[in-house]
Structures are given as structure tokens and as C-alpha cells.
């Protein structure tokens, strides 16, 4: 997103509870986590405001992003999200969200969390991580690598400094903080 994010959406119905109570705050929650990355992999090629519309549709779909469910996912299951028109009905972005669930559960078994393994590579820089997870996961390129790690915390530049919700966020230590 962009500065402009941080002047329109304070007070839209659509952006304004991301953009105050989401977007640069970090999180640990493994479910959290997940669907940032399946949110931000649908967002590719459409408009956030088309995401946030079909986010409790996205939940439902996707079983309350809870990891284990979703990477249990079979055919049947894709097939089912296909037919869904409450989602982004892209054959390869659902491959991707199911791939990656097992991907995070294997994060989970070698590192303790998605959290953890985060951890374990912060700091980088943009470019180091684009490269990490392009390895790690599949669908993520350098804008969907971004806007995930800006809207948890990892890289500065969610909110600007003289938005009132940079002072909230910088308050919690985000890890880009902590890294400074």
C-alpha cells in the first residue's frame, strides 16, 4: 500500500478497520499469519477493497485459515472452492493456498511456529526475503512478499509516521522496529 492508504482509509467502512486495527500490527497467531498470505496471494491482480468484500467468504472457504484443515485438503476440496463465488476462483491460487498450508506445517515442525520461522530469517532485506519465499512458498512474488511482511510488522512502511496509527504500532516493538 501506500502513503495515500494512510489519508483515504481512516473512516471508510471497507479499509478503515484494517487500516487502524491491522494492517503493520504484528501478530504470532499461526492463523493470523496464514491469512495474511492467502489474502495478500488472492489480492494478485485485483484491488484490496475486492479482498476485504470477500474476506468472511475467503474464512469460510479456507476453514477459519486454521493450517491443518486447510492443508487436509484434497481435489474434492478444490473442486468445491472453485465452484465458490464468494472467493477468488483462480485454480492456481487455490493450489497455492493448499500447498502452502503443508509448507507452514512443515515450518511448524523444523522452526516450532510460522511465527518462529519468521523469526529466524529477521532482519532482511526486501529483496532477501522475496528470494526466501519464492523458495519456501508458491505464488509469492515481490508484492505479495511485501504487503504480507509490511501488514505484520517484518518491513517498515505499513503506516506513515505521521499517521496516528504509526504510534500504536511502533508502542507493540514490530519486529522492523526492533531491528532498527
Not at 471497507?14 to 492463523?31: K, N, Q, T, V
Request: proline fraction near 5%; charged fraction near 25%; hydrophobic fraction near 45%.
Amino acid at each position: 500500500m501506500s502513503a495515500a492508504y494512510c489519508r483515504a482509509a481512516p473512516g471508510d467502512p471497507l479499509h478503515g478497520p484494517y487500516h487502524d486495527g491491522e494492517y503493520g500490527f504484528p501478530s504470532r497467531d499461526e492463523a493470523v499469519l496464514f491469512e495474511r498470505l492467502v489474502l495478500e496471494i488472492n489480492q494478485a491482480g485485483l484491488s484490496w477493497a475486492t479482498i476485504l468484500r470477500k474476506r468472511a467468504a475467503f474464512r469460510a472457504a479456507f476453514a477459519d485459515f486454521a493450517v491443518d484443515k486447510v492443508a487436509a485438503f484434497g481435489a474434492t476440496d478444490a473442486d468445491r472452492l472453485m465452484s465458490d463465488a464468494g472467493i477468488i476462483r483462480n485454480r492456481l491460487k487455490i493450489a497455492a493456498v493448499i500447498d502452502n498450508a503443508r509448507r507452514v506445517q512443515e515450518l511448524r515442525r523444523e522452526h516450532g511456529s510460522f511465527a518462529a520461522w519468521l523469526d529466524a530469517y529477521h532482519p532482511m532485506t526486501r529483496e532477501e526475503w522475496v528470494k526466501l519465499f519464492k523458495r519456501t512458498f508458491r505464488f509469492t512474488g515481490g508484492e505479495i512478499v511485501n504487503e504480507f511482511l509490511m501488514s505484520l510488522g517484518y518491513l517498515r512502511g505499513a503506516h506513515e509516521p505521521d499517521c496516528p496509527v504509526y504510534s500504536r504500532i511502533a508502542a507493540l516493538q514490530p519486529p522492523w522496529l526492533r531491528a532498527a
